[in-house]
């Protein structure tokens, strides 16, 4: 089973501020790595695919880097609608598919 | 636009079996593989298995023994069977779709099924 961990567990961040969050796996996963955003209530929202591939409608403002096993998630200018969990999921090698642990990103 | 809807009870006891059914509506069922993930209470993402058109199914190992998902190809819905639950298997349970490989991430979501399992 592949391992995800992500740093660092909060962020605390004003409006307009730049984000940057980690994302490293346990062995290679190529670039089959995906980010997530969830809010509370709500499902996963895709963001990234393919470790730098923007889903349909995402914002420009995200942009994902990264292969093998280190990834990283940027979001410019932060928006008051980005405050939320963000994970990071390897779907290079499953059973099972394993996510990060998450990182929160709250209003500073 | 794919949406997915999922149904099932809410509240169980201990030993059980949670049962779960997503619908896809939208777009064609086949050609997909579907999944079943859950979010224990403040906790992250758990993924619990998938299922393709054909009824080949893929399972996390650390449930493989309890799990069982099926698929309904005439009705366009998937299910999910828990067997012998425990207060450990509360969590938000979430149906999700993805594609071949190497597009194996999740792309749409259910709106979640809160489950409980207490005595």
């Known amino acids: 089973e592949i391992l995800m961990t992500q740093s660092p567990a909060t962020l605390s961040v004003s409006p307009g501020e730049r984000v940057t969050l980690s994302c490293r796996a346990s062995?290679?996963?190529?670039?089959?790595l995906a980010w997530y955003q969830q809010k509370p209530g709500q499902a996963p929202r895709l963001l990234i695919y393919?470790?730098?591939t923007r889903a349909t409608d995402i914002p420009a403002r995200f942009s994902g880097s990264g292969s093998g096993t280190e990834f990283t998630l940027t979001i410019n200018s932060l928006q008051s609608e980005d405050f939320a969990i963000y994970y990071c999921?390897?779907?290079?090698?499953?059973?099972?598919?394993?996510f990060g642990p998450g990182t929160k990103v709250e209003i500073k | 636009q794919v949406q997915l809807q999922q149904w099932g009870a809410g509240l169980l006891k201990p030993s059980e079996t949670l049962s779960l059914t997503c619908a896809v509506y939208?777009?064609?069922?086949?050609?997909?593989?579907w999944n079943w993930i859950r979010q224990a209470p403040g906790k992250g993402l758990e993924w619990v298995g998938e299922?393709?058109?054909?009824?080949?199914?893929s399972y996390n190992p650390s449930l493989k023994s309890r799990v069982t998902i099926s698929i309904d190809t005439s009705k366009n819905q998937f299910s999910l069977k828990l067997r012998s639950v425990t207060a450990a298997d509360t969590a938000t349970y979430y149906c999700?779709?993805?594609?071949?490989?190497?597009?194996?991430?999740?792309?749409?979501w259910g709106q979640g099924s809160p489950v409980t399992v207490s005595s």
């Open positions: 999700a779709r993805t594609q071949q490989q190497p597009y194996k991430y999740f792309q749409y």
């Open positions: 939208g777009e064609s069922f086949s050609g997909y593989y």
């Open positions: 299922i393709y058109q054909n009824g080949a199914t």
């Open positions: 062995q290679s996963v190529s670039n089959n």
């Open positions: 393919g470790a730098s």
């Open positions: 999921h390897q779907y290079n090698n499953w059973p099972p598919f394993t």
